[in-house]
């Protein structure tokens, strides 16, 4: 193993994951919902009408996160080298493992 | 304000934390995920800051036993380990694996415009139909039985 020290960026990630935190502090401590985005995505599938309004609001200002630092920054590099066909899989296996896992990356990580 | 005023907001920050972090550039989180080849563990980090902060919130959270707005707080009770959970999280890190991205980040790469993520998102969202699905037919199967 090989550490990568010309793109490693200890202190974006941290200040980042500060930011992530406090994303789930606010939903925690304000609304009682825990910030795992898989379930929250999943959780529309219920179709449960009054469970809705506030996954929506949450999925909605995630999209929106790119839009709204574009109005005072330019985006950082992002960088995709995978197929459409190999997304598509991955996309696939992450939506059925992450709901029988009960969680992705931020749930199970953070909370 | 309404949770969804609430949520909105969450999700705003939750978005610009992974943009900050990186963690929405899948050829980093693939060159965290690879530890073979030359290794940034770059990320590793993102996940110290986010806990740092969700301790702190979950404590609160614990000891209050509602939120500040004085609502009922909804905390996952279960710490069972089945092999539902395993195989779920064996196969999400798979997925994770192959394309770098995980629900979050696609979601704010759709945000982006970008159709690498567009296709993710729908194919993750059409494999969460699928779970609801196959539960479905699992809830309906069993009580017919009995």
Known sequence: MIIDWTHFTPGSALAGGMVIGIATAVLLLLAGRIAGISGIVGGLFKLRGDDMGWRIAFVSGLIMAPLVWQLFSELPLIQIDTGYGLLALAGLIVGVGTRYGSGCTSGHGVC | ?146
Request: charge should be positive.
């Open chain 2, 1 to 146: 304000m309404s949770i969804i005023v609430i949520a909105l907001i969450s999700g705003l920050i939750f978005g610009i934390g992974l943009i900050l972090s990186e963690m929405a550039n899948p050829a980093k989180v693939l060159s965290f995920l690879d530890m073979t080849g030359s290794w940034d563990p770059s990320l590793a980090f993102v996940m110290l800051g986010a806990i740092s902060i969700g301790v702190i919130a979950f404590n609160l959270a614990r000891r209050r036993g509602q939120t500040y707005l004085g609502t009922s707080i909804n905390l996952p009770t279960s710490r069972v380990i089945d092999r539902r959970l395993v195989f779920g999280s064996l196969a999400f890190g798979i997925g994770w694996g192959i394309a770098g991205i995980c629900p979050g980040p696609g979601l704010v790469l759709v945000g982006t415009g970008s159709l690498h993520g567009i296709v993710f998102v729908v194919a993750m969202l059409i494999g969460m139909g699928i779970f609801e699905l196959l539960e479905r037919y699992r809830a309906n199967h069993s009580t017919s039985n009995k």
